[in-house]
């Protein structure tokens, strides 16, 4: 299995939104909605954001929401605030019962 | 509160095998849909997921990995352990314990640095 496609790179000012895509296959992210996001600052272990394509954990912000189209999922964050400035990966299970990151997205605040 | 802490070597060296173990507290691993696994991240990398047990004790590997990787539980330990064989220095990595619910990697380990080298 191949890793998600994720843009390198983002950037947002504050108060604005922004989108990362993550791109798979009718074998990953297309067959199920078992996508999920996740937010990693610098030195820090990764945090739930988003599961299920559009589902929050209690306590994140309802700034963050999540969507799919085919075989895209797509990360948005609105009202852009410097503690957002971190990592961002997608996930999603696959058709073989497995699971597979993207490649990760540093999302710079301008 | 859910808690995981992985725990094994700093310091391995090529060829030799890796043990990992995750202690976990908050939760058991015998309730329906949940699943205790692992996530590797080479330094300034990105995630990479290794393999997962489940609570029926059906185990998932990462293709790419799958003729290395074993994964066990001991369910009256709360203990998770993780092998990987033949390590090479492209396994230098922090490797994370994960919990899942079912649907996401709802909680995370603080992460467990491991560098390959002779």
């Known amino acids: 299995q191949s890793a998600l496609t994720q843009p390198a790179s983002v950037s947002g000012s504050p108060g604005r939104s922004i989108t990362i895509s993550c791109t798979g296959t009718?074998?990953?992210?297309?067959?199920?909605?078992?996508v999920s996001w996740y937010q990693q600052h610098a030195g820090k272990a990764p945090k739930l954001m988003i599961f299920?394509?559009?589902d929050r954990p209690s306590g994140v912000s309802t700034r963050f929401s999540g969507s799919k189209s085919g075989n895209t999922a797509s990360l948005t964050i609105s009202g852009l605030q410097a503690e957002d400035e971190a990592d961002y990966f997608c996930?999603?299970?696959?058709?073989?019962?497995?699971?597979?990151f993207g490649g990760g997205t540093k999302l710079t605040v301008l | 509160q859910i808690t995981l802490k992985e725990s094994g070597p700093t310091l391995v060296k090529p060829t030799q095998t890796l043990t990992l173990t995750c202690t976990f507290s908050?939760?058991?691993?015998?309730?329906?849909?949940?699943?205790v696994g692992w996530v590797r991240q080479p330094p300034g990398k990105a995630l990479e997921w290794l393999a997962l047990?489940?609570?029926?004790?059906?185990?998932r590997y990462s293709p790419s990995l799958k003729n290395r990787l074993t994964i066990t539980r001991d369910t009256s330990k709360n203990q998770v352990v993780l092998t990987l064989t033949n390590m090479d220095p492209v396994d230098t990595a922090t490797y994370y314990c994960?919990?899942?619910?079912?649907?996401?990697?709802?909680?995370w380990g603080q992460g467990a640095l491991v560098t390959v080298s002779s």
């Open positions: 994960i919990q899942t619910p079912g649907g996401g990697f709802k909680v």
């Open positions: 908050g939760f058991s691993l015998s309730t329906s849909e949940m699943g």
């Open positions: 047990i489940y609570w029926n004790d059906d185990k």
């Open positions: 009718s074998s990953d992210v297309g067959a199920y909605n078992y």
């Open positions: 299920h394509v559009t």
């Open positions: 996930c999603s299970y696959t058709t073989s019962h497995t699971w597979v």
